[in-house]
């Protein structure tokens, strides 16, 4: 699977956008963008996933660059609720099922 | 539907004890996932199946852990012996047939080996 990065740490004021990126220069033409968030002391969460297209969802919105090299993930109207890290995963949809985490991003929403 | 279940939520054994882990995935999901979280490492995919078939086992760190699936709702993690670095938050994960959708993490259970 191709490789991920993202930002260590990011800041959101309550109530704003959250944007967050990540770049997979080498993803493959059959390989999704998965994202997943792990609030403190729970499971990894599923948030949105996206071939080539935009995507929305009622958590997030994913917005995926024409050639596909990096993502961007937008929480609308980020919440104290969405403090949490956040994982960008590129994984072929067929043969592979292995989900490989990298360190993500540790997303804070301020007051 | 109730999630990914998994138990214990906490667990505390002695060096050398046997340990078991529990899981009951969703209800129709056919792929389960065991994954293992620490600091050190994050989150490590052990091992997965496909319809009760264990398909990866790669990610099991050595003889002392393995995992057995007998029907469609329940699998187990079983470590013997227990060593103090297997210390960690093992979670289960489901994932229904098309494989594009994502997966259902169950809460993890926070195993300490003293």
């Known amino acids: 699977d191709a490789k991920t990065t993202q930002p260590t740490s990011m800041d959101c004021a309550e109530g704003r956008a959250a944007n967050l990126p990540c770049n997979h220069s080498?993803?493959?033409?059959?390989?999704?963008v998965y994202w997943y968030r792990q609030i403190h002391s729970q499971g990894p969460q599923y948030i949105i996933h996206?071939?080539?297209n935009n995507e929305t969802n009622e958590m997030a919105s994913l917005i995926i660059t024409e050639d596909r090299k990096s993502s961007t993930l937008i929480l609308p109207h980020a919440t104290l609720r969405d403090t949490a890290v956040y994982y960008c995963?590129?994984?072929?949809?067929?043969?592979?099922?292995?989900?490989?985490f990298g360190t993500g991003t540790r997303l804070t929403i301020i007051p | 539907d109730a999630g990914v279940i998994q138990s214990p939520r906490h667990e505390v054994t002695e060096m050398g004890q046997e340990v078991t882990l529990r899981c009951k995935p969703i209800?129709?999901?056919?792929?389960l996932f065991w994954y293992r979280q620490t600091m050190m490492r994050g989150l490590e995919l052990l091992i997965y199946?496909?319809?009760?078939?264990?398909?990866?086992d790669s990610g099991m760190p050595e003889d002392r852990f393995s995992a057995k699936m007998p029907n469609a709702s329940f699998s187990t993690l079983k470590i013997q012996p227990s060593e103090p670095r297997d210390s960690a938050v093992y979670f289960c994960?489901?994932?229904?047939?098309?494989?594009?959708?994502?997966?259902?993490f169950g809460s993890g259970t926070r195993l300490t080996v003293v």
């Open positions: 080498t993803i493959s033409g059959n390989e999704y």
């Open positions: 994960a489901s994932r229904p047939e098309v494989q594009t959708y994502g997966y259902t």
């Open positions: 209800s129709g999901h056919n792929s």
């Open positions: 199946f496909n319809n009760n078939v264990p398909i990866d």
């Open positions: 995963i590129v994984r072929v949809s067929f043969g592979n099922e292995k989900l490989t």
């Open positions: 996206g071939l080539k």
